[in-house]
């Protein structure tokens, strides 16, 4: 073989090779693109992965949080009772007293009694012998038994007619004409008496304004129209404007007072409805706002020095006077601490707050003033005791809140919530323990405000402001005086009258 034939057939395989090697390269290089594209897909795999996973965890954590919020009710919560989803056994923070059920000794009862002077006797003659039926017309009676029965009159409504004489003077040739009374204002006028009843049906009975004079319809035999009827109501208001300055006045000067607040609709919007009362005085006070521009408006702790009992609302706490908070809130939130999310120093500071309640009412009982200092100082360290435990038993503790984060200072779990108030407001919490003015609870305003959620339920929102502030004026003023003991219907027939009868301040 020739030397070019050799060479040219060498170039030949060598050209077969380039072009395999070629080939080689090219799926070297797709393979080495597969590759990549699936470590991409399985770095993209692991991140979804690892996102679910996060969601699962935050929707877990959903659902504890969900759970312990279905368990919650008006014995472990702020949650009314009439709040409660399920049927459920009752269980009240209140200890067996030891005293057995009904009435008990001492009750003083309401029988109904003789009264002397009866509107209307019936005498029952006896007129022949039951034995012999000799009569008996003309024998004196030797005994007398008496029977009474408490009716209503057949006529239950009296009209009273006024007619104004008018004389001719032969001496001057005038017509004189007698005045009627100061009262008597119109043809036909509904009186003080009738008047007062009808607000008393709305603003103490919370009836609906149509079932109102429904009622007085029915029993009385005359209508009143629901326009009528509101136009007594803002005219009783209008007189009792200097009652709500003496009531404030008079609050301010007390030593403890109770406030509360709840929501109330007017209209269309939620307006909230403030109470500030003792045991003798209420006061109601309808504001747009619920936290410090409606306190600021109301004019009342800022010029107080006393004590105010209160929940756990900040707002409360922009104003300098004494704080003390409802201990009551605190046992509900320990109980539901203690059974829904475990924590044992929870059921450890409800039985210490208990045990404190029960030490001061047994020293009010024996007429001491305080505790006796070394009591006083034990009761203390176990409370600090208890809240550092807390402390250490809630430190890794999760945030409750789980949702993406937000502005602001992230929340707390709620038992370090808890934590922190019983640690930084430790005096208004023990207030109680060592001033014996102060109550355990804000049981006295939470009485005072359910009234307004009767209302609410019983007739619904109040159409107006202005019927809004009516009914807190008047409802003021029959809830002191029926703290103070006196007649309601005298006290608003007085308003018409225009002889103001003013509670004791």
Not at 16 to 33: G, K, P, Y
């Amino acid at each position: 073989m020739m030397i070019e034939e050799e060479l040219l057939h060498l170039r030949q395989e060598n050209a077969l090779l380039r072009e395999v090697v070629d080939q080689q390269r090219e799926t070297i290089a797709l393979q080495q693109e597969r590759l990549r594209l699936q470590d991409a897909q399985l770095m993209k795999s692991q991140a979804i992965i690892e996102h679910l996973e996060q969601q699962l965890e935050a929707l877990k954590r959903d659902v504890e949080r969900l759970q312990k919020q279905l368990k919650k009710d008006s014995h472990n919560s702020h949650l009314p009772p009439s709040s409660d989803r399920f049927h459920r056994q009752p269980k009240s923070l209140r200890s067996k007293s030891g005293r057995a059920s009904g009435v008990q000794s001492g009750h003083q009862g309401h029988t109904l009694m003789l009264i002397d002077q009866p509107d209307q006797v019936i005498v029952h003659t006896v007129d022949h012998c039951h034995h012999c039926l000799t009569p008996l017309h003309h024998a004196p009676a030797l005994a007398l038994e008496r029977r009474q029965i408490i009716d209503l009159p057949t006529k239950r409504a009296v009209v009273i007619e006024h007619q104004s004489q008018a004389k001719w003077c032969p001496s001057c040739q005038s017509l004189s004409q007698a005045p009627f009374p100061s009262s008597v204002r119109a043809q036909v006028q509904y009186s003080d008496a009738f008047a007062a009843l009808a607000v008393y049906l709305v603003q103490y009975q919370l009836l609906p304004y149509e079932r109102s004079c429904e009622l007085l319809h029915d029993v009385f035999g005359h209508a009143m129209s629901p326009g009528t009827l509101t136009t007594l109501i803002q005219r009783c208001a209008k007189q009792l404007e200097p009652v709500e300055i003496l009531l404030r006045e008079a609050l301010c000067a007390q030593k403890v007072i109770h406030q509360d607040e709840t929501g109330c609709h007017v209209g269309k919007h939620n307006w909230w409805v403030h109470v500030t009362c003792t045991a003798q005085l209420t006061w109601y006070v309808i504001h747009a706002k619920r936290g410090a521009t409606a306190l600021h408006d109301m004019n009342l702790l800022a010029h107080f020095i006393g004590v105010s009992v209160h929940d756990g609302w900040k707002s409360y706490r922009q104003f300098a006077c004494g704080h003390a908070l409802c201990n009551v809130h605190h046992l509900r939130e320990l109980t539901c601490l203690a059974e829904d999310w475990n924590q044992a120093w929870a059921a450890e500071m409800k039985e210490l707050l208990l045990q404190m309640k029960a030490h001061v009412e047994d020293a009010k009982a024996s007429g001491q003033a305080t505790l006796p200092a070394r009591l006083y100082r034990c009761l203390r360290n176990q409370y600090s005791a208890i809240v550092l435990k807390g402390y250490q038993a809630n430190m890794l503790d999760p945030p409750a809140e789980m949702s993406p984060p937000k502005r602001g200072r992230p929340k707390q779990s709620v038992a370090l919530n808890l934590l922190d108030r019983l640690c930084q407001q430790e005096e208004a919490v023990l207030t109680f323990l060592y001033d014996f003015a102060v109550p355990f609870d804000n049981s006295q305003a939470e009485r005072d405000v359910r009234m307004i959620k009767v209302q609410q339920k019983v007739s619904g929102c109040f159409r107006s402001i202005a019927g809004a502030q009516a009914f807190c004026r008047i409802r003021s003023y029959l809830s002191t005086m029926r703290k103070q003991g006196q007649p309601l219907l005298a006290a608003l027939e007085s308003t018409f009258t225009g002889e103001l009868v003013l509670p004791a301040f």
